[in-house]
């Protein structure tokens, strides 16, 4: 059974930061892509930004690029989203998912079938 479990949300102050944690079990991670995915209340899912697990190409939103940093840990099976010098307008239920890529070139437009249950980030003004 494929499990993404995603973790490391809370409260923050703009500028602060926060390290997101997703945790893929249940299927070959060197071959998939995460994407990190949220939602605030009203506004439609936005893709954050996504790797490929086997060849760590990446992708940012323009709306967080230069602020967040993914990575990955083939070891750990464990995706990570760094989250620098928050803003308010980053509050939103933070999702990971993943989808079959061979481990390369993650595409955020691309159908993730697989979703976790999501962890909410507040940034308090």
């Known amino acids: 059974e494929v499990q993404l479990v995603e973790s490391g949300g809370g409260l923050v102050q703009a500028g602060g930061s926060l390290r997101l944690s997703c945790a893929a079990s249940?299927?070959?991670?060197?071959?998939?892509?995460i994407g990190w995915f949220r939602q605030a209340p009203g506004k439609e899912r936005e893709g954050v930004s996504c790797?490929?697990?086997?060849?760590?190409?990446?992708y940012y939103g323009d709306s967080v690029k230069g602020r967040f940093t993914i990575s990955s840990d083939t070891a750990k099976n464990t995706v990570y989203l760094q989250m620098n010098s928050l803003k308010p307008e980053d509050t939103a239920v933070y999702y990971c998912?993943?989808?079959?890529?061979?481990?390369?070139?993650?595409?955020?437009?691309?159908?993730?079938?697989?979703w976790g249950q999501g962890t909410q980030v507040t940034v308090s003004s």
């Open positions: 998912a993943a989808y079959y890529s061979g481990g390369y070139y993650c595409v955020i437009g691309y159908e993730f079938p697989y």
């Open positions: 249940g299927f070959t991670f060197d071959d998939y892509a």
């Open positions: 790797i490929g697990a086997s060849d760590g190409s990446t």
